[in-house]
Each structure stands twice: as C-alpha cells, then as structure tokens.
C-alpha cells in the first residue's frame, strides 16, 4: 500500500491536483477521521495535521476491508489487518498512537495454523487443519453411534476442564463407522486448547517403521514425537502387517513410555482379546503369545472402550473410519 508521502507526490504530478493541501483536507474529512475527532475532541487540528501518515493509513485501509479481495490478495501493508488509532494525553499534549489489528479471516487463518502446528500425520487420511468437525452432523447422521459420539465429545469436556489425564479411548467398532473421524475431532478440539497431537495410520507407518530400520536417527525422532506428544492415535490398529521389531522396539517402546504418562487413543476393527491374538502372531516367528501379552499390559489398562455402533458410511460421507 502506498504511503502519504507517496500519495502527494503521486497527485502533486497529476493535472486538476497540484495542491497537496487538498489531499490533506480529504484526509481530514474523511468520516473514520471526523468519528475520531469526536471521540477526543481535546485533540487539536496542528495534532491531527502532524499525524497525517498515520490517519491516511487508517482510512485507505479501511476502505481495503470493507471491499475484502480475501486474506490471499489483502492489499492492505500487514497481510490480515488493518490499522487502528487511539490517542492519549502525555505531558498535557495528545499523541496519536497506531496500531495493527487483525481481521476475522486472519483470526481464522492463525487457528488453522495453530492447529497444523500442534498435530501431526502420519499418512492418516484426515483434515485437521479446517473445521469440518460437526457435532450435530456425528450425532444425525447414525443414531446408533449416539453413544459412542457423546462419549468422546465428554473426554474433551473433561480434559479442557482438568487438564491432561492418562487414559485415553479405544474406539472399536465395524469398517466406515466413523471412528477416525471421531480420533480427529478430538485432536483438532484439544489442540485449540494447546496440546499436541499424532495421528498415525498403522498399516503405512509399519511398513514405513520398517525402512526407518536403515536411517536411526529419523527413527529416534519419530518415535520421540510419538512418545512425548499430549495426544496420540493409533489408527486402524490390528490391521497393519507386523514385524517382531516394529512390534518390540518400535510399538513397544511408545506404548511403555506413555503408559501413566500421557494418553493413547485407538481405533480399531478388533476388540482386545482379538488385537492380543494379532500382537501374538508374526509371520516372521510364528505365534509368541507372552509377546502379545506384553503389548497389551499396554495398552488393556490404560483405554476406555467405546463401541461405535452403526452403518458403514464410507462411500460418500466424510464421517469414515
């Protein structure tokens, strides 16, 4: 955006406004300066006249929001705001005084962008940037899934209410019941709140765990994300193709750090007994029932089970999972 100064040269050059001094009465005329002055009317016209940078900003910048290109094309000097003034009395003279103040569209920007910084994807297939999180959507769209709805909608009542706690949810239910999207609203209403988050899609990231093998230091910081985040979901777990590492010293040494420290979230097709079994098999060892065991002294104490009843939605609704 041009300054004043600039403003002045610009019409001292153009015929039919060689006098500057009209530009500074259209300044001063201008129905956002003339509020201002009935809004501190001690403040004197020499004031106004020496802070004439200031309320040409004010005004052109308002007129550049009340005609919003949209927060990609703001033409205005700081992207998203605008600027305000406010005058006060210092040492028995005023002073005018600006300011930046954001816009709504900017508002919305910085919570989307507050929210891709607290969590992380591991290849689930989920927005969390947006908010496509409707309560009334999840509660009409299936009655059957009422239940399993309000419980997760509580968990994020009572964590904003007394802060992190160590249990986390397992949401078991059929294919395209909605259990993803339920582990993503909860992640996206808590980090509005300031906690981080992981999502993790198991059957990528094992096989992607699998490759870590070869590069440790990209596979400390992965498993340190995992490990110290507020919030971690396993998604779709018992579905992923198991190795005795990745489930020993990759799942393991999350599952055993986190337990009576911060809370894991699961989505699953398995109930408990069902994912012990998987834990138990590897096609690599065969079946190591302690192995299985291990993993869900892990997990069995440290979960809330929440059925999520209700009819596939995949297909054409978002509400998947």
Excluded at 183 to 205: C, Q, T, W
Aim: net charge negative; hydrophobic share 35%; with cysteine.
């Amino acid at each position: 955006m041009e300054s004043l100064g600039e403003a002045l040269r610009s019409w001292q050059q153009t015929a039919g406004m060689r006098d500057a001094a009209k530009l500074a009465e259209r300044v001063l005329g201008d129905p956002l300066v003339r509020k201002l002055r009935e809004r501190y009317p001690e403040v004197t016209d020499r004031t106004l006249r020496i802070n004439l940078n200031k309320l040409y900003q004010m005004t052109v910048e308002y007129r550049n929001c009340k005609e919003c290109p949209g927060l990609e094309r703001c033409p205005n000097d700081m992207q998203g705001h605008s600027t305000r003034i406010t005058c006060e009395e210092t040492n028995g003279e005023w002073q005018l005084f600006d300011m930046k103040t954001p816009c709504s569209k900017w508002t919305v920007h910085e919570q989307r962008e507050m929210i891709r910084r607290r969590i992380t994807s591991y290849y689930a297939d989920v927005d969390l940037t947006d908010e496509p999180y409707d309560e009334e959507q999840m509660l009409d769209m299936d009655p059957e899934r009422e239940w399993a709805v309000n419980r997760v909608m509580e968990y994020v009542a009572e964590t904003r209410a007394n802060g992190l706690g160590k249990r986390g949810l397992y949401l078991m239910g059929s294919f395209g019941t909605g259990k993803t999207y339920m582990a993503a609203y909860l992640l996206h209403k808590l980090a509005r709140e300031g906690f981080s988050g992981v999502i993790v899609y198991m059957p990528e990231f094992v096989e992607d765990a699998k490759a870590l093998m070869m590069e440790p230091q990209k596979l400390k910081e992965t498993l340190t994300l995992m490990k110290e985040c507020d919030l971690l979901v396993f998604d779709d777990i018992g579905a992923e193709n198991l190795s005795p590492w990745v489930r020993d010293h990759v799942l393991g040494a999350i599952l055993n750090y986190r337990m009576n420290r911060k809370p894991t979230f699961y989505t699953s097709n398995h109930d408990l007994e069902s994912l012990e079994k998987h834990f138990s098999f590897t096609h690599k060892e065969g079946e190591e029932l302690h192995k299985g065991q291990r993993l869900m002294d892990r997990i069995r104490p440290f979960v809330d089970i929440v059925h999520v009843r209700g009819r596939n939605q995949r297909g054409g609704d978002v509400l998947s999972g």
